[in-house]
Structures are given as structure tokens and as C-alpha cells.
Nanobody, 123 residues
Framework: QAQLVESGGGSVQPGGSLRLSCAVS????????MGWFRQAPGKEREGVAA???????TYADSVKGRFTISRDNAKNTLHLQMNSLKPEDTAMYYC?????????????????WGQGTQVTVSS
């Protein structure tokens, strides 16, 4: 059974950094399209960064130049390096997987989700 488990969230001051990880079991990460989404209170879940099975990477405009998505195929783990964090980055961050590019599939129809990890950016 497929399972995605996020870690690495926490509280940080503006300008700080965090590295999120998503440990995948039940399927090979490099055969799926993977992504990070976030959801702030009262807002819809939005895509942050995605990496397709062919290695194509996409970022939301709001995080370009600050966030980096990567995958470790040997460890079957997805990462999100977040630098220069801003208060507006505060949200629950979710790892997602689908056979199709996750930025194309509508959120309710994405095949696999993790439980999320909280990121809070505040002074």
C-alpha cells in the first residue's frame, strides 16, 4: 500500500530556511509525478513545486528562486528546500503523487497524499 510521510516542518523567522522531506513507500518515486502543495487556513490547497517522472520541474511563481524541489531515487524520498521564507509561506505542506503531472490533475483527484507538515514563518 502506498504511503507518503512528510517531515521537516517547524517554526522559523522570516528569511530563514527549512528542508521538507517526503518518504515514499509502496511505489517507486521516480515512476510517478511528485509535488508539494500547501494550504493556509481559509484558503484552497495550492501547488508549490512539482517534479515529473521525466525530471521536468515546475514552481509556483510565488516561490521561484527561493524553493528547490529534488528527489533521491535511492532513498525513495522527495525534498523541498525552502530558503528566504516569508510569513505568507505559512501553511500546512503536503506531498503528493500521481501518474500524471500533479499540477495538471485537479487537486481532489490526485492519487496519493501525505498527512502534511506544518510550516510557520513568524517573527
Amino acid at each position: 500500500q502506498a504511503q507518503l510521510v512528510e517531515s521537516g516542518g517547524g517554526s522559523v523567522q522570516p528569511g530563514g530556511s527549512l528542508r521538507l522531506s517526503c518518504a515514499v513507500s509502496g511505489f517507486s518515486l521516480n515512476k510517478y509525478c511528485m509535488g508539494w502543495f500547501r494550504q493556509a487556513p481559509g484558503k484552497e490547497r495550492e501547488g508549490v513545486a512539482a517534479i515529473d517522472s521525466d525530471g521536468t520541474i515546475t514552481y509556483a511563481d510565488s516561490v521561484k528562486g527561493r524553493f528547490t524541489i529534488s528527489r533521491d531515487n535511492a532513498k525513495n524520498t522527495l525534498h523541498l528546500q525552502m530558503n528566504s521564507l516569508k510569513p505568507e509561506d505559512t501553511a500546512m505542506y503536503y506531498c503528493a503523487a500521481d501518474v500524471n503531472p500533479v499540477f495538471i490533475v485537479e487537486v481532489p483527484f490526485i492519487e496519493y497524499w501525505g498527512q502534511g507538515t506544518q510550516v510557520t514563518v513568524s517573527s
